[in-house]
């Protein structure tokens, strides 16, 4: 029975060993992703760690976000500049708008021209997804622009390194503050400035269309200002690390 109860103890060990191993290079892998230093190819920049207390704030702009002049207002009043990634269906009836963006000093990043699953699309459509909106800020602001988000967090190897080929980064989040769920302008503060993900370097996701995101913004800035934090566009925040 010792013998049988040495053989089971022995294989148990080797079992555990197992598990923590795999969970240790999950968590290194999950690490590695958080800093933006995976291979190229791996995964969206979420974060970009750096000494100093500085944060980006993002803006997707799909059709229906109509609210940009005011985010712009309220950036300017707090001397914020931020990264705007815009879909060619928003430019379509915004080209004004996007001017102003860049007119402001803020960045522009792409977001495709049809906000497509781009996993779903062969190389040549995806592509056209970002070359096509790719021209058309170029012919439009001048900006030509070096930042990639993917419709709906939709990616895998190949949308990032076909985004790679054509002179994309790819960027994600950190923090989703879940305006567009039209959460209340205070739970939208809330879940950024109380967020257990808030640090230095983090990326932060809001929404152009949210319905209460312009009533959250100032508020927002205010606090994470009180608490240390400075502003950067994505491209900066990259640039510091």
């Known amino acids: 029975m010792k013998r049988y109860g040495g053989i089971a103890l022995f294989f148990f060990t080797l079992l555990l060993m197992s598990v923590l191993s795999i969970l240790q290079g999950t968590n290194a892998r999950e690490k590695l992703a958080l800093a933006g230093s995976l291979p190229a190819g791996s995964a969206p920049v979420n974060c970009a760690p750096a000494d100093v207390p500085c944060l980006a704030l993002t803006f997707d702009l799909d059709p229906g976000a109509d609210n940009v002049p005011t985010l712009l207002s309220i950036l300017k ?78 990616w895998d190897n190949s949308v990032i390194q076909n985004a790679s080929k054509n002179g994309y980064r790819t960027i994600g989040w950190s923090i989703d503050c879940l305006d567009w769920k039209d959460y209340s302008a205070s739970d939208i ?15 932060i996701l809001l929404h152009g269309g949210a319905r209460h995101t312009a009533d959250a913004l100032a508020p927002m800035i205010t606090s994470l200002r009180e608490n240390g934090y400075q502003f950067s566009t994505v491209s900066r925040l990259l640039e510091s690390r």
């Open 77 to 154: 009043e707090h001397h914020v500049k931020a990264t705007f990634f815009v879909t060619g269906q928003w430019l379509s009836s915004h080209q004004s708008e996007a001017k102003a963006i860049a007119d402001g000093g803020h960045e522009l990043g792409n977001h495709t021209e049809n906000h497509p699953d781009m996993t779903s699309l062969n190389e040549k459509a995806q592509t056209e997804e970002l070359t096509l909106l790719h021209s058309e800020v170029l012919r439009l602001t001048g900006v030509s622009m070096t930042l990639f988000r993917p419709p709906y967090d939709r």
């Open 189 to 203: 503060v809330s879940s950024v400035c109380e967020n257990d993900s808030l640090r230095n370097g983090s990326i």
